[in-house]
């Protein structure tokens, strides 16, 4: 009785060796296409004028992304006479870089240059990950205060030839800026940003799967973004396609 299931187990034992062969082709494969790591291999750079700016524009992006996200703040310690609340973020892995600009450093034509210069810095030392850069939107000069027009100057200069095609540009909803903006224009925020920037941009809403803490006016708006439902709470960007 022994012997015949041996030589049963030696007749099938060829099939077994090739099943684990697979298993093993599809196991590297899978860690090869989607490790577990992923997240590791993906950082946002959020420009932001100032500090609180990021977090009104794309707190539940900050939030639910986890590790690897960058937030700029621009013009941190200056007193320009624009308030921005520092609204905290639940994801405290969040990396703040302060780069201190003032008015005083030059021209705005000046200033955005050498910001420009800063962002292709900040790409390039994140060269071995999965770039995404996220610019606040430029309205019209009596709507978008001077400090965010530097910031979305800069980053068009970037954006517009940047010859590494693996980095993503996005352009965020500048709030409250795109209120006033929404009610004295006649075109969508998408055809405005496109005419700014004479690409071709791609509206894309990104799901949140919890409203971001911080004011209830910001909570309440979070919950309203994609509409009525609170169930459809998103952010808008919109991507620059090359």
Do not use: W
């Not at 030589?7 to 196991?27: D, N, Q």
């Not at 520092?86 to 240059?113: A, F």
């Not at 996005?170 to 005419?195: G, K, M």
Request: charge should be negative; hydrophobic fraction near 35%; charged fraction near 20%.
């Amino acid at each position: 009785m022994i012997f015949s299931h041996y030589k049963r187990f030696l007749r099938f034992k060829p099939l077994v060796g090739i099943a684990l062969f697979i298993v093993l082709i599809i196991g590297v494969s899978f860690l090869i296409s989607n490790p577990f790591s992923d997240e590791d291999k993906t950082v946002a750079i959020i420009l932001s004028p100032h500090a609180g700016d990021a977090y009104v524009g794309l707190g539940g992006l900050i939030d639910q992304k986890g590790s690897n996200v960058i937030v700029v703040d621009v013009f941190n310690g200056t007193d320009t006479g624009t308030t921005t609340p520092v609204i905290d973020s639940t994801n405290t892995s969040v990396q703040l870089v302060k780069l201190q600009y003032s008015e005083r450093d030059g021209t705005p034509e000046e200033i955005s240059i050498s910001l420009s210069q800063d962002i292709q810095a900040l790409i390039s030392g994140n060269k071995d990950k999965i770039v995404s850069v996220y610019a606040p939107s430029y309205f019209t000069d009596d709507i978008t205060p001077k400090e965010h027009a530097i910031v979305s100057e800069a980053f068009r200069n970037v954006a517009s030839n940047y010859p590494d095609m693996n980095v993503q540009f996005y352009v965020y909803e500048d709030f409250p800026y795109i209120n006033q903006f929404n009610l004295s224009s006649v075109v969508s925020v998408q055809r405005h940003i496109e005419n700014t920037f004479d690409i071709r941009f791609t509206k894309v809403e990104i799901p949140l799967t919890k409203v971001p803490e911080g004011s209830e006016s910001i909570r309440a708006y979070k919950q309203t973004r994609c509409g009525e439902n609170p169930n459809r709470a998103c952010e808008i960007v919109y991507k620059l396609e090359r």
